[in-house]
């Protein structure tokens, strides 16, 4: 059973950096590729990255300067961490499994992340 | 970025009615689209891959179809857990891009 689970702080202040981990399981991240997609209250969804089942990463390149995806296989768990966050950067997080050529089977629960002083 | 174009924004329909959710590319896409389904403060679940695919689990009510910049998605006899609001997303190109989505409601 396929299972994605996201973590992190609720809370993040304006112009800080915000860490995000996805924790998996029921697949293995050599075979399986991940997104992150976020959003935020009341909108649509915006896909954010993805990183590879290679460990290679792309990026919507509307905020790929303040993006960066990574991964630790041992852990099964999938970093995303984004510099200079601003209010409209608050919005619920997801992780997904990426099926290629790229819908995304399995989602987590979201993480909601508020930016705030 | 390729623009996915969804209508109507809300919907209302009785229990046992056929509803069908449009979504237009900017360009062809080339049958790369998917359907998701998104309950009150749950996540997105997948219920149509490649256009007209149904996912593993997802009832045979739900059905895609579509070509070129024009695809859609329909619900036979709507059921009171249909409600949700449901989005479409282009594979063809990057940055993957979504539709901004449809509210289902129950008349």
């Known amino acids: 059973q396929v299972q994605l689970k996201e973590s992190g702080p609720g809370l993040v202040q304006p112009s800080q950096t915000l860490s995000l981990t996805c924790t998996v399981s029921?697949?293995?991240?050599?075979?399986?590729?991940v997104s992150w997609i976020r959003q935020p209250p009341g909108k649509g969804l915006e896909w954010m990255g993805v990183i590879w089942s290679n460990g290679g990463t792309d990026y919507n390149s509307a905020i790929k300067s303040r993006l960066s995806i990574s991964r630790d296989t041992s852990k099964s768990q999938v970093f995303l961490k984004m510099n200079s966050l601003q209010t409209e950067d608050t919005a619920m997080y997801f992780c997904a499994t990426l099926s290629i050529p790229g819908w995304f089977a399995y989602w987590g629960q979201g993480t909601l992340v508020t930016v705030s002083s | 970025d390729i623009q996915m174009t969804q209508s109507p924004a809300s919907l209302s329909a009785s229990l046992g009615e056929t509803v069908t959710i449009e979504c237009r590319a900017s360009?062809?896409?080339?049958?790369?689209l998917a359907w998701y389904q998104q309950k009150p403060g749950k996540s997105p679940q997948l219920l149509i891959y490649n256009a007209n695919s149904l996912h593993t689990g997802v009832p045979s009510r739900f059905s895609g179809s579509g070509s070129g910049t024009q695809y859609s998605l329909k619900i036979n006899s709507l059921q009171s857990e249909d409600v949700a609001s449901y989005f479409c997303?282009?594979?063809?190109?990057?940055?993957?891009?979504f539709g901004s989505g449809t509210k289902l409601e129950i008349k």
């Open positions: 029921g697949l293995s991240l050599t075979s399986n590729s």
């Open positions: 997303q282009q594979y063809y190109d990057y940055p993957f891009t």
């Open positions: 360009e062809d896409i080339y049958n790369g």
